[in-house]
């Protein structure tokens, strides 16, 4: 999804339309009754700057979708994310959004802290006073989001606190240690390698909110996997409709089994109602330290139970994995 680089509006003339456009049945369609971070008028300056505001201030379905994904998934990240910032004072955290295309979700994530930091934060009642210190990194192997990524934190004045790399995760050049993983859609196994990152980088927050899983859909259809008999399984993987949904959910149940496994206290859960998209699952897990070999005997014996696959997120970990679960 993209939509374009709008000119400039003067800033006072953006807010008289948005105040005349946004009436209250306008809002309650759009917001369904919801606080959410983003607000229409109160933020159609940064809304317009990202492209997800028009020049009269209204906003095309296409726009809708994403500015409801982003308020959704920063309403869900925002309270372990102040924790995270109150249990570090007058540390900088930093941030990874993987996969971050436009960089709608990291731009308003750092363009919300900035105003909660300033003392200003209308819409995160649980923000408000706090001082986030953040750096946020946006990572994406398409040169074109990126430009344009760079240029809306100018536009926004939060170039001093982000930064954009043009390559795959693999090959982002990230500092030792990372406070917070978010991918929203990063394609198929680009979401393995964005939860790998917080993994191996001892990220206290991840929240991932997986695409096309594409992995185990593969796997289902080669010929050996889970027969027609000789697993109860085989019945849902050898159906084609049924084999994508299952597919979609065991891997997400695969990566939250090792997620756990991996000292982390995780859930799956709907971030966003699926009239919106039906990729609506977001994967939340924040880290408690302590490796976990009851999620290690789930992890395993959900695998089993399937046949045995060793998915992208496995073979990413699968050297810490080895150290900790010589198994
Ligand atoms: C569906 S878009 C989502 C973009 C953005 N997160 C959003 O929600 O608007 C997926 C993005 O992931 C990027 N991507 C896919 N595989 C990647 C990888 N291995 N490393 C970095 N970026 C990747 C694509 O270039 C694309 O911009």
């Given at each position: ?194 939860l790998a990152l917080g993994l191996k ?77 039906p990729k609506n699952r977001l994967i ?44």
């Amino acid at each position: 999804m993209s939509f374009p680089i709008l000119k400039p509006v003067d800033p006072s003339e953006l807010a008289r339309r948005a105040r005349s456009h946004w009436t209250p049945d306008r809002l309650e369609r759009l917001m369904a009754g919801k606080r959410l971070p983003l607000h229409p008028v109160t933020h159609c300056a940064f809304l317009h700057a990202t492209g997800l505001m028009d020049d009269d201030a209204s906003v095309t379905s296409g726009q809708v979708k994403k500015f409801l994904q982003i308020n959704h998934m920063i309403n869900l990240i925002a309270p372990p994310f102040q924790a995270l910032a109150k249990a570090m004072p007058g540390r900088a955290l930093t941030l990874l959004d993987a996969g971050c295309g436009n960089s709608w979700l990291s731009l308003a994530f750092a363009f919300l802290a900035r105003e909660a930091s300033t003392g200003h934060s209308p819409q995160i009642r649980d923000w408000r006073d706090t001082r986030f210190d953040l750096h946020v990194i946006g990572v994406d192997t398409n040169a074109t989001v990126i430009a344009q990524s760079r240029d809306r934190a100018a536009v926004l004045g939060l170039e001093s606190v982000m930064s954009f790399q043009c390559c795959t995760l693999q090959e982002a050049v990230l500092p030792d240690r990372l406070h917070a993983v978010m991918a929203l859609h990063a394609c198929d196994t680009a979401t393995d390698d964005a939860l790998a990152l917080g993994l191996k980088k001892q990220a206290d927050l991840l929240a991932v909110a997986p695409c096309c899983q594409a992995e185990l859909a593969q796997y289902f259809k080669t010929p050996d996997a889970l027969q027609k008999g000789a697993s109860p399984l085989g019945v849902i993987v050898h159906s084609p409709n049924l084999r994508r949904d299952a597919a979609a959910t065991f891997t997400d149940a695969l990566r939250l089994a090792l997620v756990r496994s991996m000292g982390y206290e995780a859930s799956a859960t709907e971030f966003i109602p699926s009239a919106h998209t039906p990729k609506n699952r977001l994967i939340l897990a924040e880290r408690r330290g302590r490796w976990n070999k009851d999620g290690r005997a789930e992890f395993l014996a959900l695998k089993a139970a399937l046949g045995q696959p060793e998915l992208a997120l496995e073979r990413a970990v699968s050297q810490e994995l080895a150290a900790r679960f010589p198994d």
